[in-house]
């Protein structure tokens, strides 16, 4: 069963850094894309940017190229974001997602998401 | 980038059929037949239910279709049941490895 699994929610103070982690398993975490999604309070999706666990390579959308940073660990079949200084802004809930390895260029399985909340 | 638009509600009584539309521009919905569609439950994953504009995952029912035209993607639901109340949230492949996703319709079953 193909699983996508996020570390539990967070707490944060403006200024400070965070790292939050999806972890893959039932499939080869190597061969798919993963996603990382934005919703923030009483909002709709926001797509952020992708790694390709497999070599690494991460593609951001414009929106949050800079703000964010994404990668993976393959030897432990995890994707992460992170920031380096949080904003009040920040506040949202925060998906995991896998593309499709079909060429749909949709979302097949979705982490449950990770509650990060930014405040003073 | 824009989000895609979608109302922000629909509703309709059990049995009966709603269509959500999803609208976008040349450079996403009109310009790639990589529309999704996703099921989300508060305090659940999203759910994909269509993708390609109107192809469904196993295990999604067929009361679920979408389809497309021009710049306008809709997703209809027929044969209304309780559990199919959620926020339905369109995506749009964009090119150069970006996507769109619309601001979310929230399906009340009366």
């Known amino acids: 069963e193909v699983q996508l699994v996020q570390s539990g929610a967070e707490l944060k103070k403006p200024g400070e850094s965070l790292k939050i982690s999806c972890k893959g398993s039932?499939?080869?975490?190597?061969?798919?894309?993963i996603g990382w999604v934005r919703q923030m309070p009483g909002k709709g999706l926001e797509w952020m940017g992708f790694v390709y666990p497999g070599d690494s390579d991460t593609r951001y959308s414009p929106s949050f190229q800079g703000q964010v940073t994404i990668s993976a660990d393959k030897s432990i079949s995890t994707a992460y974001l992170q920031w380096s200084s949080l904003q009040a802004s920040d506040t949202a809930m925060y998906y995991c997602a896998r593309l499709s390895a079909t060429g749909s260029q949709s979302f097949d399985y979705w982490g449950q998401g990770t509650l990060v909340i930014v405040s003073s | 980038q824009s989000a895609l638009t979608q109302p922000r509600s629909v509703s309709g009584s059990p049995g009966q059929s709603v269509t959500i539309s999803c609208t976008g521009t040349?450079?996403?919905?009109?310009?790639?037949?990589?529309v999704s569609w996703y099921q989300h439950h508060p305090g659940k994953a999203p759910k994909l239910m269509i993708y390609d504009v109107s192809k469904r995952p196993s295990g999604v029912p067929d009361r679920f279709s979408g389809s497309k035209s021009a710049n306008t993607a809709s997703l209809t639901i027929s044969g209304l049941q309780a559990d199919d109340e959620a926020d339905y949230y369109c995506?749009?492949?964009?090119?150069?490895?970006?996507?769109?996703f619309g601001g979310g319709t929230k399906l009340t079953v009366l």
């Open positions: 040349s450079s996403d919905v009109g310009g790639y037949n990589y």
């Open positions: 039932g499939y080869s975490f190597t061969s798919y894309w």
């Open positions: 995506c749009s492949y964009a090119g150069s490895y970006t996507w769109v």
